[in-house]
């Protein structure tokens, strides 16, 4: 069928449109839409059409339910203008963002072929902007994006002419997108989309925007945790945007930076913090509240004990330089806000240091004492702030503190006397209220879990009288689960689970949320059974999470199983000694794997997971676990991070190195050195980011010091475990060898080497380089004594000041004794 005709065609049939449109649909359908045109045109592409068949097209168009796109107007008559057809094609790409598409490729090829038609526009980049929205709405970036490339066609290489604002918008909302796109990032493939997308764009239009490379750089740090070299990433956009003039960082790119590293892994995320922050002041970027805000979270987020120790000073020392630039300078972009005051007491309450309770009463006097004398106005601590002090309470209160859970529990009345004077910014709230709950829980006391019931009950009796609107949720009743759970009351277990069942029934009878048990409920009563040791331990984890499948499949509201449920019970299995306890950890772990593949994303698989499952079979190495380890592994990593759906971590070759060391397998040493070399090859070739740690070495000569096969054997088995020893000892890098890995070597000697001369130069070279690298510990010094016991009655008592015939030659004894620095980077284990 001739084109020109079809326009006429469809032209003719705009102008009597309303001839075969009803009453009832005029008001609706205020323009006959294109799509209908378009999809009608192909039923009729290979026809040729009479005279007599003008009944028929009307028929057609009248009978097609397609939306239909086109035509708007005051009047019935009235041209096809730009904007008409924009927001038209806007409301289609809402509902259905492949017929936007196909209608705004057909109104180009019309266009084309018909330019000087009053019934035909060309398609502007906003009409590709509400296509690629369309897409984007949808979670179809990828389609999203080739409207771009259309729009590039179209418009950078066509139309020179084009207002560069307009398309520099379109490539904003697409690198937008694909910065949103972090659920299921994992490889970070969206993030360098949307960084290739900006250095696209700026090939392309010649446009450089400090606003649009931090919001790429944001998106980079919204993937810290996720993705191992998310931050890596961030910083080298910095470093970049930092050589360039045209596009010099700004507060906001390095505030970005700073809320990366408070989500990531690392272990120096405070100090590294900081050191962004050092980095702005540098450049001549003055940081703002907001940015020393961000860094005084990072302490509060503190992981690692070095870290953890000083986090409350370093606070302390950051909102002082804040105070002293506002006050002293004029600086009132830095003034402290009430937030940054509560996140230097929840970082104080954080850290480590033995003073943290009070630091954390004094900063809330201090709010008062600013607020009081006009200093830094609207710093009366409120509720939140009172809720901070509290938490810092209760985190001290861990180790025997019950001093702690009584002041907590002191500044809770406290609150409620000022709330009763009219200060109702102070009113405990259940927030309060858990807290004191968790300061009672984790105090250590024996009557710990007494208390903590007392609490509740006391809470529970205000509510129902109507003196207080604060009502026990789940988080309260969970808490004095977990109180329970410690408790060394024979009955513990029991009311412990008594308390879950009362939640579940309380849901059924009132469909509270606040009463509903949630994950961390039931997590903490299958964790419960587990570190109980009961002999049925894995059985009554099961029993629960049967009893929660059931309660969720009644549709009233009852919480999910989740993946963390589920780790959980793999967990319980793990370590459960029943026959074919292993078989059932993997049983869920394939099930999790199932049902993911399905697209349930509740229960996808994680790091975690798989290193339960590991662990399953290596507790039952010598019954073939180490075997079945190795292949879960070695499935596992042959997989797509897509397709298992979590990145892999050092962890999992470790277990598996674990395992084959338990399993009595003549050649264990080997195998396990086969593995360490493998991982090492592959990370040292850029074929993997598993790069072998500290863990590694050690559980390869830890293989090694079990070895109990031959004679040949054993001196392969020490071969290894020395090699392996002096190889990581002479890798450059961030780890050193720790306290666990000499002891694991003397292990080794001790185990396979004859006794010598030979062997007693070893273990005195070994033990020397123990005291001067600071990790002498009570296994290094147990190692010794059995590689060599005259020897460490020379290495040890004698330095020590012990030695005699009544001596207390203990380990603890010695322990005591020893130079301080001997110890000084000992590693918990």
């Known amino acids: ?18 001839a075969f449109l009803t009453p009832y649909t005029r008001p ?5 839409h294109f799509q209908l045109f378009a999809s009608s045109l192909q039923s009729f592409d290979d026809t040729t059409l009479d005279d007599d068949d003008e009944d028929e097209v009307h028929a ?8 239909t796109f086109l035509y708007q107007s005051a009047g019935d008559n009235d041209p096809l203008s730009t904007q008409s057809f924009l ?5 289609l790409a809402e509902e259905d963002p492949q017929r936007a598409q196909d209608a705004l490729e057909i109104m180009l090829d019309l266009y084309q072929q018909q330019p000087n038609s009053p019934w035909t526009i060309p398609p502007d980049v906003s009409c590709y902007g509400a296509v690629m929205e369309g897409w984007i709405d949808a979670g179809e970036l990828e389609k999203a994006q080739a409207v771009l490339y259309q729009m590039e066609d179209q418009f950078l290489f066509k139309a020179k002419n084009e207002a560069s604002i307009a398309v520099e918008m379109i490539y904003v909302t697409m690198i937008q997108g694909w910065v949103k796109d972090v659920r299921h990032d994992f490889s970070g493939k969206s993030a360098q989309k949307a960084e290739n997308l900006l250095r696209r764009m700026e090939e392309r239009i010649k446009s450089a925007n400090v606003k649009l490379w931090t919001m790429v750089l944001e998106g980079w740090c919204e993937r810290a945790g996720m993705f191992r070299e998310a931050m890596t990433k961030a910083l080298a ?7 360039r003039e045209d596009i010099s960082p700004n507060v906001l790119t390095y505030t970005s930076l700073i809320g990366g590293y408070a989500r990531s892994k690392e272990k120096d995320k405070g100090k590294m913090a900081e050191r962004v922050l050092e980095r702005m002041i540098q450049r001549g970027v003055q940081p703002d509240m907001v940015a020393y805000t961000s860094v005084i979270h990072c302490w509060s987020k503190a992981v690692s004990r070095r870290e953890r120790e000083v986090a409350a000073s370093r606070a302390l020392r950051l909102i002082g330089e804040m105070e002293r630039l506002y006050l002293s300078k004029d600086m009132y972009h830095v003034k402290p806000s009430l937030i940054t005051y509560t996140t230097v007491i929840s970082t104080i309450g954080n850290s480590l240091d033995p003073m943290a309770p009070k630091l954390a009463e004094d900063v809330m006097k201090r709010m008062y004492t600013l607020q009081e004398s006009g200093a830094i106005a609207n710093m009366k601590p409120n509720t939140n702030t009172y809720n901070a002090v509290i938490h810092a309470l209760s985190k001290a209160a861990s180790g025997s503190q019950v001093k702690y859970a009584q002041r907590a529990e002191q500044i809770l009345y406290e609150m409620m006397e000022k709330a009763e004077q009219g200060e109702h910014d102070i009113t405990p709230n259940v927030r309060t209220w858990a807290a004191v709950l968790r300061a009672w829980a984790r105090c250590g006391a024996p009557d710990a879990a007494e208390n903590t019931q007392r609490v509740l009950e006391q809470m529970e009796a205000l509510y129902d009288k109507g003196e207080t609107d604060a009502r026990p949720n789940y988080v309260c009743f969970t808490t004095v689960m977990s109180a329970w759970s410690n408790s060394k009351n024979p009955d513990a277990l029991d009311y412990m689970e008594n308390i879950l069942k009362r939640m579940e029934q309380a ?23 587990v570190r109980k040791s009961e002999k049925d331990a894995a059985q009554r984890a099961q029993a629960t999470v049967d009893r929660m499948v059931k309660l969720y499949a009644k549709g009233l509201g009852h919480v999910r199983p989740t993946r963390v449920v589920f780790n959980t019970l793999i967990h319980a299995w793990s370590k459960s000694k029943v026959n074919g306890a292993a078989s059932k950890a993997e049983e869920i772990f394939k099930w999790m794997e199932r049902k993911y593949r399905e697209g349930d994303e509740l229960v996808r698989p994680d790091e975690v997971t798989l290193c339960a499952v590991l662990n399953a079979w290596a507790n039952q190495a010598q019954q073939g676990g180490a075997e079945r380890a190795e292949q879960i592994w070695n499935h596992t990593k042959s997989l797509s991070i897509e397709e298992r759906g979590f990145p892999l971590t050092i962890m999992m070759p470790n277990i598996v190195i674990k395992a084959i060391s338990r399993s009595k397998n003549p050649n264990s040493a080997k195998k396990s050195e086969d593995i360490l070399l493998e991982l090492d090859e592959e990370y040292r070739s850029g074929k993997s980011s598993l790069r072998p740690d500290v863990t590694t070495y050690s559980s390869v000569i830890n293989a090694c010091a079990y070895y109990s096969g031959s004679i040949d054997g054993r001196v392969e088995a020490l071969e290894i ?22 002891g694991t070597i003397l292990k080794a000697i001790a185990n396979l080497m004859q006794v010598g001369e030979e062997r007693e130069v070893l273990v005195r070279d070994l033990f020397d380089k123990c005291t001067e690298e600071g990790v002498v510990d009570s296994f290094v010094l147990s190692q010794v004594r059995y590689a060599s016991p005259q020897l460490y009655r020379e290495l040890v008592d004698e330095p020590c000041g012990l030695g005699g015939p009544n001596a207390d030659d203990s380990i603890r004894s010695i322990l005591k004794h020893i130079p301080p620095e001997w110890s000084a980077n000992v590693v918990d284990y």
Not at 28 to 32: D, Q
Not at 87 to 91: A, G, K, V
Request: glycine letters at 2%.
């Open 237 to 243: 956009l910095l470093e970049e945007m930092e050589h």
């Open 60 to 67: 057609h168009f009248q009978n097609n339910d397609t939306t």
């Open 28 to 32: 609706a359908l205020p323009f006959i």
């Open 1 to 18: 069928m001739d084109s020109s005709f079809l326009l006429l065609l469809w032209v003719c049939l705009e102008q009597s449109s309303w």
């Open 721 to 742: 475990a020395l090699r392996t020893f002096y190889k990581f000892y002479e890798n450059e890098g961030d780890e050193r060898h720790n306290n666990i890995t000499f």
């Open 87 to 91: 927001m038209d094609l806007r409301n």
């Open 507 to 529: 849901y059924e009878e009132t469909l509270e949320p606040d009463t509903r048990p949630n994950t961390i409920s039931y997590v903490t009563a299958i964790d419960a059974f």
